[in-house]
């Protein structure tokens, strides 16, 4: 097992290309993958238990999945983790949503010997950028790719991937993008300041083609 994992925390407004940056660290470094939102995707498509239809209205509404139980699904995810062989790391994106959850995610990371490997990226974007994105990105009905909306990606007809045809996300309704913009600000937001005020939090300006974020948050972690 590795010694020294690579623990990276990716967070941003949303639209702010979070999952794509942590899916392209994820194949350089050779990274796991959490991501609270594929996780909770996940759940409500395979379960259909009372927790799973609340957890549904809630994702539809924009709002944020009580402490509870996304700390459930990431320790579950975690647990496996750490008897996996050849461990690298793990890149968390769009996770801790709220600050007690980063409180908590540092107790767990702390009591997996992690702690100290952890670097938290803020993929940097404004509200009036977000909400563009939100409302005009697609979407591929075949195989589920998010196609952002900047860029050459706002010329595409069908999915770059499968050709398959795009759709509107029922979550990007300009009403929810403006809620989650709201639950960034009181929720989020303050995550961000405490990583910031601990000397963790790395600001990539998020403004730039997708290679270009990249290359900058590769660079930030080399010089760390």
């Not at 647990?79 to 409180?103: M, Q, T, Y």
């Not at 005009?136 to 706002?154: A, D, L, N, S």
Request: charged share 30%.
């Amino acid at each position: 097992m590795q010694s020294n994992p690579l623990i990276l925390i990716i967070l941003g407004r949303p639209g702010c290309g979070k999952g794509t940056q942590a899916k392209m660290l994820q194949e350089k470094f050779g990274l796991s993958y959490i991501g609270s939102g594929e996780l909770l995707r996940e759940v409500v498509k395979e379960d259909h238990n009372f927790s799973t239809k609340k957890l549904k209205e809630i994702l539809e509404r924009g709002d944020l999945i009580p402490t509870f139980l996304i700390f459930k699904f990431w320790l579950d995810k975690i647990d496996a983790l750490k008897n996996k062989p050849n461990f690298g790391g793990v890149v968390f994106d769009g996770s801790p949503r709220k600050l007690i959850e980063a409180r908590l995610m540092e107790d767990a990371l702390a009591w997996y010997d992690w702690l100290e490997f952890a670097k938290v990226i803020l993929i940097d974007i404004s509200a009036d950028e977000s909400y563009a994105r939100l409302t005009q990105r697609r979407m591929c009905e075949k195989c589920g790719r998010i196609i952002p909306y900047f860029g050459e990606f706002k010329k595409l007809e069908k999915c770059d991937k499968c050709g398959g045809p795009l759709v509107k996300r029922a979550d990007d309704d300009p009403e929810v993008v403006r809620h989650r913009l709201d639950v960034f600000e009181t929720e989020i937001q303050p995550v961000i300041d405490h990583y910031a005020a601990n000397g963790l939090l790395v600001k990539i300006d998020g403004n730039r083609p997708i290679e270009e974020v990249h290359e900058d948050i590769v660079r930030a972690l080399e010089q760390k």
